[in-house]
């Protein structure tokens, strides 16, 4: 798979928004995407047209002449607000950038306990304001932070290769989407604590919870139908706990944890047939 961000990564910027669309998160952790551009000036343009046709004395052309002038002026103004809303969503993608570097660098610092509003906003140099419209909540920076962090998986998983995505055995894709969330989770311990703390109250409706739910439940019950699928995977998911992968991510063997689930899911479904 391709590198990922991790705690580690915090004072490196990324530039995953550069297109300039403003990728929300709301209170819930749910992305939305808003901004789209707006077209305008050919309409206004065919209006100036029929108002110089209705003259009815001489200098018909000169009539039409100023009124496709005005038409352009309007087309002109047109284009102008269009650039200025694009020049709106690109300082919203740099600001939203600004806030998600600010909340790793404080992480960093000190955990998911020095995390709040008012310094992500400080730190990012932006209103508490704008933090508070486009994340909603400290749980919801967490939540944006864990879903960026996350995002070529969710992608490989649905639409990827085999054996990550479409393609490939039940029990491979299974292995192979384990080892993908582990990798993450041993990179992001620290994150994955804070998250948990600030969406203790409703982890299961969680969007990222969901998504791995959905499809751990899917693959155990393609490879052992004989299961409860549902029960497996919120057990399995239930030791992906930061706290806990911290403790079983010894610097000595950084993939211990990893290794560890891997096992307990070729034990829950038993030899291959």
Request: proline share 4%; with cysteine.
């Amino acid at each position: 798979m391709a590198a990922r961000r991790t705690d580690a990564d915090a004072d490196t910027d990324t530039d995953a928004d550069a297109d300039g669309t403003d990728t929300t998160a709301s209170p819930s952790g749910v992305v939305s995407t808003s901004g789209a551009a707006s077209t305008g000036g050919a309409g206004s343009t065919s209006s100036a047209g029929s108002t110089s046709g209705a003259a009815s004395t001489g200098g018909a052309g000169n009539a039409a002449s100023t009124a496709n002038a005005a038409g352009a002026e309007r087309g002109e103004h047109a284009g102008s607000g269009g650039s200025g809303e694009r020049s709106e969503r690109a300082d919203a993608a740099r600001n939203r950038r600004a806030v998600l570097r600010a909340t790793e660098r404080l992480l960093a610092e000190g955990g998911g306990d020095h995390v709040s509003l008012d310094r992500v906003a400080a730190l990012a140099g932006v209103g508490k304001g704008t933090v508070f419209r486009r994340f909603g909540s400290r749980a919801g920076l967490l939540q944006a932070l864990l879903e960026e962090r996350s995002r070529e998986l969710r992608e490989a998983v649905a639409s990827g290769p085999p054996p990550l995505g479409p393609g490939a055995p039940a029990r491979e894709r299974l292995h192979a989407f384990l080892d993908g969330l582990g990798a993450i989770a041993e990179g992001n311990a620290v994150l994955l604590a804070a998250h948990e703390q600030a969406c203790a109250e409703d982890r299961y409706d969680d969007p990222s919870y969901r998504f791995w739910h959905a499809h751990l439940s899917a693959l155990f019950a393609a490879e052992r139908p004989d299961l409860d699928a549902d029960f497996l995977s919120h057990a399995l998911l239930a030791v992906f706990d930061g706290d806990l992968i911290r403790h079983l991510t010894p610097p000595g063997d950084p993939r211990r944890f990893t290794r560890s689930v891997q096992e307990t899911a070729a034990a829950l479904l038993g030899p291959r047939s």
